[in-house]
């Protein structure tokens, strides 16, 4: 072993300067000129004191260079070097001794420090050299040594014993030493490992436990607790209810009443219709079966969802009625039918039908008005399909598809035969199957007026409409309704040996009530009329030439379209 000296130039370490030795440089190239043993026995490590500086976190500061013979932390000569000369030129003089392990690289320390087993206390060296300015490392090809505890020194007591026991160059700025790494055997790396896995556990495991606890307070929140909530209850009842309710209506009406569905060449449908008797006829309005024409499809489907296939058996236009038979139904149940004269303003109904192919929807209210004068249909432009009626009206909510359905009173029997709405979107009356909603405008053909036309459909096939003989004025704008000039095919306005020839009236005449009901246009005279039976006896009050005058007549026959 040579005299420890550098033999080559020497690498920079970096350093810090410390509160102890302000100033201090790094050295260069520093060599001591001549060893000088220590006379002084190792003293004993206080367990507490100020801590040397550490030299890891401060950039290099220069310093004077230490006098030959002098160690640059205390007055006491330095001795020579014991060891061979380090091959890498670490600063300061090479890697210590085997009796001086490099201390390893620690996490910072308490401020007050980490107290120093007993059983890990240094044990006293023989001597000892001062250190120099600079720690090395250990290089890698250096067999790991035991771990001695090292001691915080204060900064001015002389220490001849192991310096590299007071050396922290990790350490904090005046913090006191503390053990130095992890126990023997095992290695820092490893440590860090494993504090970094359980961080990680810790981690995962508090993400799972906010999950949990908020799944947990999710379900309290939703459900108001962790036990389980039963609501209370009414009991389970019989389903009874009062024959005059809307329900028990419902309930009586319903298996008598049937969805339409018509389909022809051109066009389909759907309508309501019900049932009359025993043999399958079935009631409904023209214009739903209309579009099967001569050689269309008439399905009926009963509210249990049984279909059968049905025929027409006659229809008329001016009233809006037909009459359909299904063949081979068995169980089936007729509707009982009303007498509409009976009929009261307020009176509440029902009405049931399959509003936009809907079946079986059942709706309420109030009978509105009655004998109300409406015209519908006319979609043709001739004339020929537009019906008269006097009506009944009600709020009961009908839409598309109610169309032929019954309007039954409180008893359940029916006094009206759902035909038409008034529309909001049209303004032109009564919209028979138009797709605009209810507005609570509703119209149903009287009962009294249906079961005549029905009876006539299916006993002839054809309904008779009463008639007094005259061609009306249908341009007039004034008040009541008048006779025209000329007829058709350019003949007399009023029929020769007719009804109202023989009452006396006259071309020109405006008549402006019937039975004592006032009329105010063409219109309104033939729904009155219409109300009536072939046959009946009318008493007619008319204005000619500016004087009032009553006649009486019997109303003809003509056959229906």
Do not use: C
Request: charged fraction near 15%; glycine fraction near 14%; hydrophobic fraction near 30%.
């Amino acid at each position: 072993m040579d005299d420890g000296k550098p033999t080559g130039p020497q690498a920079k370490w970096w350093s810090r300067p410390t509160a102890a030795r302000p100033g201090r440089d790094e050295p260069q190239d520093a060599q001591p000129e001549s060893p000088a043993p220590t006379d002084h026995p190792p003293a004993p490590a206080p367990a507490e004191g100020p801590r040397p500086t550490d030299t890891a976190a401060h950039p290099a500061a220069p310093a004077p260079t230490p006098a030959p013979g002098q160690d640059p932390h205390s007055s006491l000569p330095t001795g020579p070097p014991l060891h061979e000369p380090d091959a890498y030129s670490t600063p300061p003089y090479g890697g210590p001794g085997p009796w001086a392990p490099a201390p390893p690289v620690q996490r910072p320390t308490p401020a007050h420090g980490t107290p120093v087993p007993p059983q890990a206390a240094p044990a006293p060296q023989p001597q000892a050299t001062a250190p120099q300015p600079q720690a090395t490392s250990v290089p890698p090809q250096a067999a790991p040594l035991p771990q001695p505890q090292a001691a915080s020194i204060p900064p001015q007591a002389p220490q001849p014993s192991s310096q590299w026991l007071q050396y922290d160059p990790w350490g904090a700025p005046g913090q006191p030493l503390t053990q130095v790494g992890p126990p023997a055997g095992r290695e820092p790396g490893r440590r860090k490992n494993r504090r970094g896995g359980a961080f990680a556990g810790m981690l995962l495991l508090a993400l799972v436990a906010s999950g949990i606890g908020g799944g947990v307070g999710a379900y309290v929140e939703r459900t108001g607790g962790l036990t389980t909530v039963e609501l209370p209850q009414a009991s389970h009842g019989n389903g009874d209810r009062a024959p005059e309710s809307v329900a028990g209506i419902a309930a009586s009406a319903l298996p008598s009443v049937v969805t339409l569905h018509v389909s022809g060449t051109a066009e389909s449908g759907t309508g309501t219709g019900f049932v009359l008797d025993g043999r399958g006829h079935i009631l409904t309005n023209n214009h739903v079966v209309a579009p099967a024409g001569s050689s269309g499809d008439i399905t009926v489907t009963f509210s249990t969802g049984e279909t059968a296939a049905a025929e027409l058996v006659g229809k008329d236009s001016g009233y809006d009625l037909a009459v359909v038979r299904v063949k081979g139904v068995l169980g089936l149940k007729p509707l009982p039918l009303g007498n509409s004269d009976n009929v009261q303003v307020g009176d509440p109904v029902v009405a049931i039908g399959a509003p936009f192919d809907l079946s079986n929807t059942v709706t309420s209210g109030i009978i509105s008005a009655k004998q109300r004068p409406i015209t519908a249909g006319g979609e043709k432009g001739d004339g020929s399909d537009i019906s008269y009626v006097d009506a009944l009206q009600t709020d009961a909510p009908i839409n598309p598809g109610n169309s032929g359905g019954p309007l039954v009173d409180t008893q359940a029997h029916v006094i009206g035969i759902n035909s038409a709405i008034r529309a909001a979107d049209s303004g032109r009356g009564a919209e028979r199957g138009g797709q605009s909603g209810s507005i609570g405008l509703g119209f149903a053909i009287p009962i009294n007026q249906g079961k005549r036309v029905a009876e006539e459909l299916i006993n002839t096939g054809k309904a008779t409409h009463p008639v007094i003989g005259v061609t009306l004025d249908m341009k007039f704008t004034g008040d009541g309704a008048k006779v025209g000039t000329k007829g058709a095919g350019d003949g007399p306005a009023v029929t020769k040996d007719g009804p109202a020839a023989k009452a006396g009236i006259r071309s020109g005449d405006v008549i402006t009530e019937v039975q004592g009901q006032r009329v105010h246009s063409g219109e309104e005279l033939i729904v009155k009329i219409r109300a009536h039976r072939p046959g009946d006896r009318l008493e007619l009050r008319l204005t000619r030439g500016g004087k009032e005058m009553s006649v009486t007549l019997t109303l003809g026959s003509a056959s229906g379209t």
